[in-house]
């Protein structure tokens, strides 16, 4: 037997596939609609660390479905591309000078390398690169139509900003308070952005997700990322400590309307649009330090339920409108001006952290609804009859909301209202390596759009990226690129600065691989007819907010301007799991790098430098860990066909699992059997009729099953299950001398999604001159399938006695007659009475004895 030699089959087919574009789809009207299929993988950003093994996880599973596919008929569009925009190179290029687009496409090389080394069967001639200009001229034309619509706007907001660095910082480059790069503490310095907005597509973003097949889990994540609720809108009128107002009214929203009487006093962010107006002078100072303090601080650290309230007290007041009575208005940083209005009434009486705020700054306690508490010592949060509330006394919480929403509407001072957690879309992104926002700004015509046949607006090839220092975009301060002429007066004009985020590259790349090569448009109308909706989209779950409710946002504003033909890009979702590694643990919860740990004889583990005994964990892949496992390690050493199959087999897709050299060598060697199996001498037995050797019959109905299963299970994701039959027919065939060349040819059908290179080899050695890859999808006999007799379980009054086969379908008589037969049944029957007896057709005959 010769060995295995994956090491020439695996280069051989990957030039065999390139050179004859085995993967290129076309849009062949002749294929009806229901045998079309677009599967799709989200694309990678080109990191200069490239593949880990983490990543072809979801490839090989799309790869596998995409091969079974073509294999039944289906007509396969599976594309690949790069998110080729983003942070790592323009943080390189301002650290070493070399331009993002020299280490951007330096990756760009290595993971295609690194991806085509696997045999993954994309078409390449549809590969798109996010920061070519001829892909962002078409991102820029749909932000075009965006500004067209009203959908973005100009508005001062803040950002994080790092003193040190004088640039404006991304939120994933800011690590617990600091920038990621120097260390220094990040504030927050307010400039001027572009915003999207998105919350004008809230409730259709909520409501289309009901027809998608998606996990539930993501769902939940984007409904509670839009934060749907019902309530009232509340105007407050500002007055002085006397009661005087001042004309200014202070809005908030709530969903607890009828709790109004327990409102004692109010909250503005410290970004709210009305603090110097509503400050007074006494307590400007100490509201200008407030806020000063509040800028240094995450979202995430001003919401903290555990943290210590503080706060300032503006010095004015609000009118209650039910009541009439002056409460205070004080700036906490509890508050964001991201949700509502910025501005809540407080009930402490009946919230944590308006009560914890409350006790700290010796504010009124109204108990509202009738509480099992002494709300003087803790807030009742649950339901209750309402009190101390004039005309809503005794009612319940609906008929309240209800009756204080009408007496709201009637004195106008209030109305009801929906609100959104989510917020308008921040776009504008300080920096160089990104698609320039194609708008100019005229001292004359004010903001004016690049025209149409003036795009794509490309980046301007410089030698510097630093920072303006003001906030700006490095563009900011590259004059001959920033100065220009307006498009509708031709006077003097400046660019837009701001550049577009990462993720605009990755909002409609599903759309460019129809027709990429397209320079009238982003595609044609007839290839989006032709393939879209995408219908299984693969990806991890880490991006099941943000980058899926983006696209969503685009692709509907694409529909309602008449350029796309659905709804939804995504019909179905799957997120696969995370291939984590092991790592180690001290007793102190802290991880020690691989490369830093011995194992003692008894196989447990310590760290080198101290002794101290380590426990190995599951755990992320990680550089600083030293736990990363290198793909192209394990192609070098057991082949592409072993690293796929071993991704596959290591347990269902949607899991996390850990990675372990021992598994891969057992699919190896499974692989290697079958190389083996491929050299017997094959036979022309009709496995179709009738045969007389019994070993052949099992191993056909061995086979049949193994047929329906690994058809069920790549049908339905479940590659695990299908290689595990896969492995139990091969153990049976490895037994033979020969086998049947119609069992054998169809069987390498089977595996050749799965083990690709190898399935192309297996093929021609059986003498065939075509790729297997458009090669019809085995069928199976589900006679085959059965089993040829049953064991029926005899119990004797509930205990098992015995066991005998049967043919399948036998009468419940004979079964009955056969049972009372058994010599283990009449030593428990004989001189006893039967008092009943309980037949299960294939499976059981339960006696009843006196």
């Known amino acids: 037997m010769s060995k295995y030699p994956f090491e020439n089959i695996e280069p051989k087919w990957q030039k065999y596939w390139e050179l004859n574009k085995t993967f290129r789809a076309k849009e062949d009207s002749k294929i009806p609609p229901e045998k079309r299929k677009y599967i799709l993988d989200m694309f990678p950003y080109p990191s200069a660390a490239g593949l880990h093994v983490g990543h072809p996880e ?53 993971f295609t390398q690194q991806i085509k080394s696997l045999g993954f069967s994309y078409d390449w001639d549809r590969v798109v690169s996010t920061c070519e200009a001829d892909y962002y001229h078409w991102t820029q034309w749909i932000f075009l139509k965006l500004y067209e619509k009203g959908l973005a706007y100009e508005a001062q907001t803040p950002i994080n900003w790092c003193p040190s660095c004088l640039t404006g910082l991304a939120n994933e480059e800011v690590k617990e308070g600091r920038c990621e790069r120097c260390g220094a503490i990040v ?55 006397d009661g005087k107002e ?7 929203y709530t969903t607890r309307c009828d709790t109004l009487f327990g409102a004692t006093y109010m909250v503005v962010s410290p970004e709210h649009p009305l603090i110097e107006k509503l400050t007074t002078a006494d307590q400007k100072k100490a509201v200008e330090e407030y806020r000063e303090q509040a800028a240094k601080k995450s979202d995430l650290e001003r919401t903290d339920l555990a943290k210590d309230k503080t706060g300032v007290f503006s010095g004015s007041y609000a009118v209650n409108p ?59 949060t649950e339901d209750g ?61 004010g903001t004016v759009p690049v025209p149409e046949n003036e795009l794509p607006l490309t980046l301007p090839n410089v030698k510097s990226y630093q920072p303006t220092g003001t906030g700006e975009s490095p563009l900011a301060g590259i004059e001959e690129w920033v100065n220009c002429k307006c498009p509708k007066c031709g006077g003097a004009a400046r660019r837009e600065t701001n550049t577009m985020p990462q993720w605009a590259g990755s909002c409609w790349y599903y759309l460019r ?39 969503r946002f685009w692709h509907k504003v694409l529909y309602d301007c008449g350029l796309v033909s659905t709804k939804e890009p995504f019909q179905r979702l799957v997120n696969q799991g995370m291939i984590t590694s092991f790592a180690f643990q001290r007793k102190n919860k802290t991880l020690v790098p691989t490369d830093e740990v011995d194992q003692k004889a008894d196989g447990t583990y310590f760290e080198k430098a101290t002794g101290e005994p380590l426990e190995q964990i599951v755990a992320k892949m990680s550089k600083s860990l030293k736990n990363v496992v290198n793909p192209d390690d394990e192609i070098k050493a057991y082949g592409a066909d072993s690293v796929r199959m071993y991704e596959m087999f290591m347990g269902p897709l949607t899991m996390s699992k850990p990675w372990s050299t021992q598994g891969i060598v057992g699919i190896h060697r499974f692989l290697e059997k079958v190389w083996a199996v491929s050299e ?146 009449k030593k428990f029957t004989d001189g006893h009475e039967i008092v009943k007896t309980v037949v299960v057709p294939d499976k059981l005959v339960n006696l009843v004895i006196k």
């Open 58 to 110: 979801g490839y090989t599973a799309t790869d596998i479905y995409c091969r079974y596919l073509r294999m039944k008929g289906f007509n396969v569009l599976h594309p690949m591309g790069f998110d080729s925009f983003g942070l790592p190179a323009e943080n390189y290029a301002i650290k070493t000078g070399t331009h993002p687009s020299t280490t951007t496409h330096a990756n760009i090389e290595k």
């Open 187 to 241: 504030t927050h310095k307010t400039i001027r952005q572009w915003i999207l907005k998105i919350t004008e597509y809230a409730e259709r973003l909520l409501e289309d997700l009901d027809g998608l097949d998606w996990p539930e889990s993501v769902k939940i994540m984007q409904r509670n990322w839009i934060g749907k609720s019902e309530g009232a809108e509340v105007t407050f009128n500002v007055a002085d400590k």
């Open 246 to 252: 001042s004309g200014e009214k202070l809005t908030v």
């Open 322 to 380: 039910v009541n009439g009575k002056l409460i205070p208005i004080w700036v906490a940083d509890y508050v964001l001006i991201s949700y509502g209005t910025g501005a809540i009434m407080a009930v402490p009486a009946h919230d944590t952290r308006d009560w914890d705020f409350a006790k700290k700054f010796n504010l009124p306690i109204i108990e509202v609804l009738k509480s099992e508490v002494d709300v003087q010592k803790q807030a009742w």
């Open 385 to 445: 009859i309402h009190v101390n509330s004039e005309f809503l006394n005794g009612l319940n919480k609906a008929d309240a909301i209800a009756k204080m929403l009408e007496w709201l509407a009637e004195k106008g001072v209030g109305k009801k209202a929906v609100n959104y957690k989510l917020r308008d879309w921040i776009f504008s992104r300080q920096r160089y390596w990104g698609e320039p926002i194609p708008l100019v700004h005229c001292p004359t015509c």
């Open 513 to 551: 691989y129809l027709d990429p090569q397209n320079s009238k448009a982003f595609c044609s109308k007839e290839a989006e007819n032709y393939w879209m909706p995408v219908d299984l989209y693969v990806g991890g779950a880490e991006h099941a907010v943000l980058h899926l409710l983006y696209s």
């Open 680 to 825: 017997k001498p094959l036979n022309d037995t009709d496995i179709t009729g009738k045969l007389e050797d019994k070993a052949l019959v099992a191993l056909r109905k061995t086979f049949a099953q193994t047929v329906k299963k690994v058809s069920n299970d790549t049908d339905t994701l479940n590659f695990n299950t299908a290689i595990s039959q896969m492995m139990i027919f091969i153990n049976e065939a490895s037994k033979f001398e020969s086998l049947p060349r119609a069992m054998w040819s169809d069987f390498v059908k089977l595996i050749a999604p799965y083990a690709p290179h190898l399935g192309e080899e297996l093929w021609e050695k059986l003498g065939n001159k075509n790729t297997i890859t458009y090669e019809s999808w085995p069928t199976f006999n589900e006679d085959f399938c059965k089993d040829d007799t049953k064991q029926i379980v005899v119990m004797i009054n509930g205990k098992k006695r015995d066991t005998f086969e049967a043919a399948p379908g036998t009468s419940q008589d004979d079964l009955k007659a056969a049972a009372l037969a058994l010599e283990g049944v």
